[in-house]
């Protein structure tokens, strides 16, 4: 019942930016947190970053210092600003919520579709 649509991906020159946005519509009661997850071909999909309901937030190491996650909670959105972009940070983006249900008292992980991020030398 609850659907994640993300945009933003495209190719890009190494040292460029890209911004990646999600939103979630549906039966969202609340939203206890919102991440970016990434996977290459032939490698494990691996958390990227994490923001919580109170604006607490977390970076993989390989990309602290240059990707920034925000997010816009009156529009159920989730950002994900990425800076001084390099070649091994191709590939598909996926971004992830966990959300409680409305009229329901747990909560449960949504996916998007992903979005492709090219990165040439």
């Known amino acids: 019942q609850v659907q994640l649509v993300e945009s933003g991906g495209g190719l890009v020159q190494a040292g460029g930016s890209l911004r990646l946005s999600c939103a979630a519509s549906?039966?969202?009661?609340?939203?206890?947190?919102m991440n970016w997850y990434r996977q290459a071909p032939g490698k494990q999909r691996e958390l990227v970053a994490r923001?919580?309901?109170?604006?607490?937030?977390n970076y993989a190491d390989s990309v602290k210092g240059r990707f920034t996650i925000s997010r816009d909670n009156a529009k159920n959105t989730v950002f994900l600003q990425m800076d001084s972009l390099k070649p091994e940070d191709t590939a598909v983006y996926h971004c992830n919520m966990e959300v409680r249900v409305t009229g329901t008292f747990l909560t449960y992980s949504y996916w998007g579709q992903g979005t492709q991020v090219t990165v040439s030398s």
């Open positions: 923001i919580t309901s109170d604006d607490r937030t």
């Open positions: 549906g039966s969202i009661f609340s939203i206890n947190a």
